[in-house]
């Protein structure tokens, strides 16, 4: 099946209100450019040289400053500014030196960084980020403190759920993500630095779940691209 035939199966799946986003790390720029005539205009990196590269290259052709770049990756305080002047939304901030250090670039070039804090909800201990009580305290310093945070706009939580066919521990810790948002939107309700309206949940392997459990962005790579070349 072409680029082009997958993405219009997955627009069809896909409810108007919840955004996909083609994972397009490892695939070459003419996977993205096959994506973007079949009209898909939000893509993914999760590595910054990878990021960096394929937007200037676009650059040089041309014609794509309508794409919307996120970064999913585990992102390293040294390597902002190979991502951060490219990026609409940060998905994958999982810790607070990530985020002070973020806010430090915004305010050095006086830029505003839209965020998404990933949460940790899967049972495996090697995926990345906060636990609830982690990101609760982070959201109430941004909230009261001056400062880099001030640069900072929280858009809502991201999550991977475990690698596993069970449906229901992926479900519930889909669930837990949305609980997590929920209670967040409650707790920071009128704050015009922390909004909780984005969920991002679901892959390719469990993306139908993720939208009948609340996603409002899926991020899809291997069901656009096919199989990735490691
Ligand atoms: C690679 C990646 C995806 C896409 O995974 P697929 O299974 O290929 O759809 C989604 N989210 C993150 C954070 C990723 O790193």
Redesign the pocket.
Known sequence: MSIATNIASIMNELPSTVKLVA?S?FHPLEAILEAYDAGQRVFAE?RPQELKDKVEHLGQIGGHEDIEWHF??HLQTNKLKMVLPYVSLVQ?VDSRRLMEAIGVWAESNGKTVDVLLEMHISSEASKQGFTFDEASALLKDMESLSGPFSRIRVRGLMG?ASLTDDEDIIRNEFLSLVRYADMFAEMFAGSERIGMEERSFG???DYPLAVRTGSTMV?????IFGE?QY
């Open positions: 994972v790390k999760s999913i990756g994958s991977m892959m390719t392997g991020r899809i790579g291997t069901a990735r």
